[in-house]
């Protein structure tokens, strides 16, 4: 479906007629769109993509006897690309169910057995084993699973694993209650990380020798890049090898959830949890972990 953003160019007295009106794409950094218009014409410009959007005008204004670009669109298609957040969940209410989003509305909620004592605290999430979870809402699942499938996706947190020994793995990111697929992004019971996204087999990578400790605190992180995988451990890259998703082409129910898949759960903590359609450049990845390294390194 085709989206109309139309509106008004206001321009500076010593402003030159003409403006050319840009529509960009903040996600990608990439312009959708491009108008003429008159002195302060209206203007109307259409996408077909999803995403959030700026409108730069781009005129030549007047200094002496010469003319220069007045609002030059090159600054607004460098903006920082770590800015595309599809979620981020800062997990620092202090008490309660939801778990909000502090960039968009997919607001989370946290789920656990009555039985188990914990909840969230402070400025993370406590996670107790057996079904101790956040659970993202179902609208998020199939956009999630189609940013693994198209290869273009990163995720990230802070964790911190009490006992690694608790299930079969820590999950940090995973599905829940769905028997044919496997998706999930997690520490093993070794201390390596491993990342499927599968239909039961295949679509495995994982490191050889990380030896991630429990009672530590560390930011990571996986990014998909055109049939690249790569890992991060406090800003560090990890592993970076070929990878090709095993997805199915529909989803076949199930919920997605940080601290939690279908075949294991963590006995940790959790913090500041983001997913982003657009692969993290190591700049990026280092601009996030750089933001709360003072809170869990000191």
Do not use: C
Not at 35 to 44: I, N
Not at 121 to 147: A, C
Not at 244 to 250: A, I, K, N
């Amino acid at each position: 479906m085709t989206e109309t953003i139309s509106g008004t160019v206001e321009l500076a007295g010593n402003a030159q007629d003409g403006v050319t009106v840009y529509l960009i794409n903040e996600s990608t950094r990439t312009i959708e769109d491009r108008t003429e218009t008159d002195g302060s014409g209206s203007y109307t410009l259409e996408t077909e993509r999803d995403g959030n959007y700026i409108i730069v005008p781009s005129y030549h204004e007047s200094s002496g006897d010469e003319w220069h670009v007045a609002t030059p669109v090159a600054n607004a298609l460098a903006r920082p690309r770590h800015k595309g957040f599809v979620g981020r969940w800062p997990m620092s209410e202090g008490s309660g169910e939801t778990v909000a989003d502090s960039v968009n509305d997919y607001d989370a909620s946290y789920a656990y057995d009555e039985w188990r004592s914990g909840g969230i605290g402070g400025h993370h999430i406590r996670l107790t084993g057996g079904f101790d979870r956040v659970n993202l809402p179902e609208t998020l699942t199939d956009p999630i699973i189609d940013l693994m499938r198209d290869q273009s996706f990163s995720l990230g947190a802070w964790f911190n694993i009490d006992d690694i020994d608790f299930g079969s793995a820590s999950p940090i990111f995973g599905f829940r209650e769905d028997d044919e697929q496997s998706i999930y992004f997690r520490v093993d019971n070794d201390g390596d990380l491993s990342f499927r996204a599968a239909d039961n087999v295949g679509g495995l990578a994982s490191t050889d020798g990380l030896e991630l400790e429990e009672g530590e605190w560390y930011h990571i992180a996986v990014v998909l890049d055109s049939n690249t995988i790569r890992m991060y451990v406090d800003a560090k890259e990890v592993l970076a090898e070929d990878y090709e998703h095993d997805l199915p082409d529909e989803t076949d129910g199930g919920s997605l959830s940080w601290g939690n898949d279908a075949d294991s759960s963590t006995d940790g903590y959790i913090d500041d949890a983001w997913i982003s359609d657009i692969p993290f450049t190591h700049k990026d990845i280092i601009e996030n972990y750089n933001e709360n390294k003072d809170v869990h390194h000191g």
